[in-house]
Structures are given as C-alpha cells and as structure tokens.
C-alpha cells in the first residue's frame, strides 16, 4: 500500500508566510470608517490592534518573515501530517485519491493556534499586556487562552452563551491555559447589556461578542482586541498550511485536482487554499477550489456582497463582504465556529470574481460524514470539519460514477473530542435541520 502518512521534516517548517493580496486579480476595497464612509487608516486600528499587525493586515509584500520565537512555537505540532485516507477511499469504493490535513494535532486541537501564537507574539512585542476576544465553539478561546499562556499574556475571553453551555469542556480548557470566560452577551459591557435589555433569552452570536470584545480593549489601556479569523493578517498566519501542504503534495508526487475547506471566517480554508489559489491565478493551474458552510448560515451561497460591520453593536470598520447582515443570529446549530454572518473581504472578493466556488450542507448530513469518517479513518472530526469532509465524500462518490482519478485535498480543522455531546444528540436522533 501507498503511504498513510506524510510527514516534514522540522526544518522544513515555513520561514515566511505568503500573502495573497499583491496576487489578487481584482484589489480589495478598504475598509471604511462608518461615521464619515472614508477609508481607515492605520492610526484607526491602532487602539484595539498592535501595529505590526496592522501592517500585515494592509501589506503588498508577497512573503513576510515568521519571527523565529513564533517558529519555535509552531515546533510543538508543526508541520502537522497529511493523510491518505486509504481506508475512507475503500469503504467509497471511489478511484479518486483522498488526502487531508490534520490540524487537529495542534495542543488546542485546531489550526487557530496558528494564528493565536502569532497574534500574542506582535502584542507583546510592543508591550501589551492584556488581550480581549470572542469565542464562538470555543476553539478560538482555547487557542488565544494558550498563546496568552506562552508568552505571559492576560486573557478576557467573551464565549457566545448557547456554546458557553453546549460546550463546557472547551470552556474549561480555556480556564486551564489561564483566562478568564464569561458568556456573551454579558452585563460587563455596553454592547452586551444593551442586547439583553432587548432580548434577555438570546442565545449569543459571534457578532455580539465581538461587539463586547471590542469594547472591552478600547476601554482598557493595556488591552488590544485579537480576532481569529475574517481579517487579512489572520487568513496570512494560517498560510502555513497550504505552504506546508505544497511540500508534502510534492513529496508523493500529486497535486491536488480539488482543495477543499470548511468556511466560518475564512481562516482555514484560505490557510490550505492560498498557496494553491496562487497557482491558479499566476500558473493557470486547473484545480477546483470548493469552500463549505452550513445551510444555516449560508454566508456565500446566501448572502449579498457589500459593506456590512463585522459585529452586531456597529463598532468595528465597515468592511466590503459576504453578508447576511450584522443583526443576523444564526441558530444554535452544532458547529459553533460556522455562525458567522460574514466572511473574509478577501475571500469573499475571490468568490465574486469565480475563482472558487461555495456548497453548503445541512447539519445532519454533516454527521453522516463525520460518523464514515470516524469509523474508517479513526480520528474523530469536529462539526466544522466534518462539512470538508461532506464535500470531499460526495466529490469521491461523483468520481465513482464518472471514474475519475481525481486527488482530492481537505482541510481537517479540528478534532471533535470536546463536542461529544453533539454526537450524542445525533445518536439520539434528536438533531434537526433547520
Ligand atoms: C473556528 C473553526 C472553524 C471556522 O473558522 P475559520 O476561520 O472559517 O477557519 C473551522 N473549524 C474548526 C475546527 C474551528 O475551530
């Protein structure tokens, strides 16, 4: 049998990060600041963000250096294995060739570390001494809770409620690396008490904790804001994985046909896309490039393309995205890292301009998935996951009718050890589709 598992070397880990932003067809439009509709500079960002992030998130260097402390960090699990999923292959009975990523091998359990590391590093290189965020599923929590860890940092983290309840073991781990977790909306803001004055029983949404998070770093000195996703420095630092993905494609002589990755901001799948999407736009490679969000929240297949905030209290820039505009609560569906109402500017751009395409999934199809998976391949996927791996069965099973070889390459975001519970409510049978 061919290898299962491809494996780097140490020193083979990325030195630079690649930026796609020189390499886009068509420019971003900037963000704009929403009282006067002009476009922010960098002095705007300055009170939640340090400035060296601000300066990667407007950068046109195509490759920017990883700081060798960041590097020294990412050696705890970095590079991350892909697979073969020779075994999910036979139980599909497809002739395509299935390959995956696993960034569950991260101490988190996801690829947002990635970024976490990278994100506490720069704050506390200028001296930050606090960081502010929102949680969603608690992956992000996690993941910030244990870089502040690393590098001495206090940590604020606002969990939306119904995942600060569905998933108290994340929270919990949250609380090992070290912050300190409230569930969103909270009556330590502005923001939080004023949405629930409004609707004392909602049960959060990424958007409201933002607001609350925000709110938080402005109003305290020592403070910045740190986000996991949606903006461009974030979709730079997850590029690791795509980088690293190129070399290990390499290493057993393919090339994906298709590269595929769930979508909730865009962080990981711009991570193990990037590289390739620069292949197509400068090589004219064909390879296929699908992203998966939930039916329930249907950001690219669903929504409109315009300015909309980021964050349901209008405090952040208004930035040029798919919407399903900020006031939209997502239901409380399992895979609490998708209910976002945005998206990346700059995946979203690439959207519109037919350089990907977008599928969406409802939540108990994405069981079904999750459950072949577990059982043929082993390892246990978490929800968000699970939706690349829907996608990637049914491009397999397409292939079997057809008999296409294709390679097929998915992003696996996380592991699901710390969303048993949503299994059980799937075994149970009491999973609905909204
Ligand atoms: C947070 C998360 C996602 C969604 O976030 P993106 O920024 O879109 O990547 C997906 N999978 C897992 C495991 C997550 O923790």
Redesign the pocket.
């Known amino acids: 049998m061919e290898r299962t598992k491809i494996i780097l070397d140490e020193n083979e880990l990325p030195k630079q990060w690649y930026n796609i932003l020189p390499d886009l067809p068509t420019p971003l439009e900037p963000p704009l600041n929403p009282a006067t509709n002009e476009p922010i500079g960098p002095d705007d960002l300055s009170p939640i963000f340090p400035m060296g992030l601000i300066k990667q998130e407007m950068s046109q260097d195509r490759y920017i250096d990883i700081p060798e402390e960041v590097r020294d960090i990412y050696r705890l699990w970095r590079p991350s294995p892909i697979y073969r999923a020779h075994r999910l292959e036979a139980a599909l009975k497809t002739p395509a060739r299935i390959y995956y990523k696993n960034?569950?091998v991260s101490p988190p359990?996801?690829?947002?570390p990635n970024t976490a590391i990278a994100q506490a590093y720069f704050n506390k290189k200028e001296g930050v001494e606090r960081l502010s965020t929102e949680t969603?599923?608690g992956?992000?929590g996690s993941a910030l809770s244990f870089a502040c860890s690393l590098f001495d940092l206090e940590c604020k983290v606002y969990m939306v409620k119904s995942s600060f309840y569905q998933k108290p073991y994340r929270k919990s781990l949250i609380n090992l690396w070290g912050a300190n977790v409230i569930p969103s909306p909270s009556t330590e803001t502005q923001a939080g008490r004023s949405i629930l004055e409004k609707h004392p029983d909602t049960s959060g949404s990424l958007g409201i904790a933002i607001s609350e998070a925000v709110e938080d770093a402005a109003t305290h000195d020592n403070t910045k804001y740190a986000l996991?996703?949606?903006l461009n420095h974030?979709m730079l630092h997850?590029t690791v994985i795509g980088l690293e993905a190129k070399l290990q494609m390499d290493m057993v002589e393919d090339y994906p046909d298709v590269v595929i990755?769930?979508?909730?901001?865009?962080?990981?799948?711009?991570?193990v896309s990037f590289p390739f999407i620069r292949d197509k736009i400068k090589d004219n490679k064909d390879v296929d490039i699908v992203a998966v969000e939930p039916t329930a929240c249907p950001t690219l297949t669903g929504g409109d393309f315009r300015y909309d905030f980021g964050d349901t209290a209008e405090m952040t820039p208004l930035l040029k995205m798919y919407t399903l505009g900020h006031d939209f609560v997502p239901p409380p569906i399992h895979?609490g890292?998708?209910r976002?109402h945005g998206d990346?500017p700059i995946i979203s751009q690439l959207y519109a301009d037919g350089i990907m395409r977008a599928v969406a999934y409802h939540q108990t199809e994405i069981f079904d998935a999750a459950t072949t998976f577990a059982r043929t391949e082993g390892i246990v996927p978490?929800p968000?996951?699970a939706h690349a791996i829907k996608c990637a069965i049914d491009m397999a099973l397409e292939c079997k009718k057809t008999g296409e070889e294709k390679s097929i390459l998915f992003n696996f975001?996380?592991?699901g050890h710390f969303d048993m519970a949503a299994y059980d409510t799937y075994f149970n049978g009491e999973m609905t589709d909204e």
Do not use: I, R
């Open positions: 960034e569950g359990g996801s690829h947002k969603g599923a992956q992000w996991g996703s949606v974030v997850q990755g769930c979508v909730g901001g865009g962080s990981n799948f711009s991570g895979s890292g998708l976002y990346s978490a968000e996951a975001s996380g592991h």
